[in-house]
Structures are given as structure tokens and as C-alpha cells.
């Protein structure tokens, strides 16, 4: 498999799922602004949504958005237990669990990156955000993981958005349990090992 991709962008959460299943995957670098591999070749003829994460199967198929894909990636590795068992009421928490990531928490962010966005449009957001962030803390209260005390996917796409946050004035202080997950998922072998990988941090 191939995981096209770019450093700290969502794209680093199906990139921790691939690590932590086991899987062999190459990492292709995507310069998001140009729209344009390493080799000069055009991103939009491999995915003409023009952005990451995208996932080109052995068989040739390019799948994308983050939250199908990352189940895909579990389920090639049930033994892994990044996902519950498919049909399983515990596998509907998990896709609600992303969906509400996906939906409410990382199209929240958006905004914060965009140089023309008005700063008093961007105070709304980063309150919206912690009205978000909310639930997720008080469930990390009572668990070391979204889903229990096993990680999951889910762990690893909300570890992914949680490190935009200082980057885009997102303040966490109130919300210490999340806090201690991200410090607890970044310690994950895997995690770190991604991480290095993509020149986020030093090995």
C-alpha cells in the first residue's frame, strides 16, 4: 500500500493506524500547495478531491477520507484490535466516535489555518471547540482511550487533531484528561515512530 501525505496534517492519523496494525506501507509525500508529488506528477490525477490522506490499495484502489480509511486498515489487522469487530455494537461507538471527530472537530479547526479568516470569527471557533472538547474530557476521566482501555483508531485521528492546537492558539489548559491522553498516546512506540517519519520530531 501507499499512503500519500503530508507532515501534521490529518493525514498522520491513518499513518499511526498503518504502524500500529503492522502493515507494509511507503509514506509519498504530497506538496498540498502545488498539488504535486516529489516527482513533479500531478496529485490530482491520483485523487481528484487534491488532498490527504489518500490510500492506494495493492490492487490499485485509492481510497480517502480518514475515517473509512483508518477502518480499513484495522480491519486488515483484526488482531491488532484497533477496531472492534465489524456489525458489533462496539464498532457503531467507534464510527460515531470518528464521525464526531471528523465533523465537529477537525472542520472546526479549519478555519484557525486560513490567514483571511477575521479574528473575531475565529474566537467563535476556538469556543466552539472547547464546547467540543468537552465530553471527550470527561470520557478520559474515567478511561485511558476513547473507547476503554484499548486504543483505537479513534485515539489516533483525536491525538492527530489535539496537535494542531498550539500551532492555532487553542487553549487546553481546561481540559487536563485530554492533556494526559496526548501525552500518553505520544509515548505509543508507533505513535513516535510516525512521527519521526514525517519530521515532526527528532528520533
Known amino acids: 500500500m501507499k499512503l500519500y501525505f503530508a507532515p501534521g496534517v490529518c493525514s498522520l ?5 498503518l504502524r500500529e496494525a503492522g502493515l507494509p506501507f ?9 498539488k504535486k508529488l516529489s516527482d513533479g ?13 489518500a490510500l492506494q490499495l495493492d490492487d490499485g484502489t485509492m481510497l480517502t477520507e480518514g475515517a473509512a480509511m483508518v477502518q480499513y486498515i ?8 484497533l477496531a472492534p469487530a465489524a456489525g458489533t455494537m462496539d464498532r457503531y461507538r467507534l464510527m460515531e466516535m470518528l464521525t ?3 465533523s465537529e472537530l477537525h472542520k472546526s479547526f479549519s478555519p484557525l489555518f486560513k490567514p483571511n479568516c477575521p479574528d473575531e470569527w475565529k474566537a467563535v471557533v476556538r469556543e466552539q471547540i472547547a464546547t467540543r472538547l468537552k465530553p471527550l474530557n470527561e470520557q478520559l476521566a474515567k478511561q485511558s482511550f476513547l473507547m476503554g482501555e484499548t486504543f483505537t483508531v479513534a485515539d489516533g485521528y483525536l491525538f492527530t487533531i489535539l496537535g494542531w492546537a498550539g500551532l492555532v492558539n487553542v487553549d487546553l489548559s481546561a481540559f487536563p484528561h485530554l492533556q494526559a491522553f496526548t501525552q500518553r498516546v505520544a509515548q505509543r512506540p ?14
Open 100 to 102: 464526531y471527530i471528523s
Open 41 to 53: 506528477s500531478d496529485f490530482y490525477a491520483l485523487n481528484p478531491k487534491g488532498y490527504v490522506p
Open 74 to 81: 484495522a480491519d486488515q489487522a483484526p488482531a491488532s484490535k
Open 13 to 17: 492519523s491513518p499513518h499511526i493506524a
Open 190 to 203: 508507533h505513535v513516535h515512530a510516525a512521527m519521526v517519519a514525517e519530521g515532526l520530531i527528532k528520533a
Open 26 to 34: 511507503d509514506l509519498v509525500k504530497v506538496d498540498l500547495r502545488a
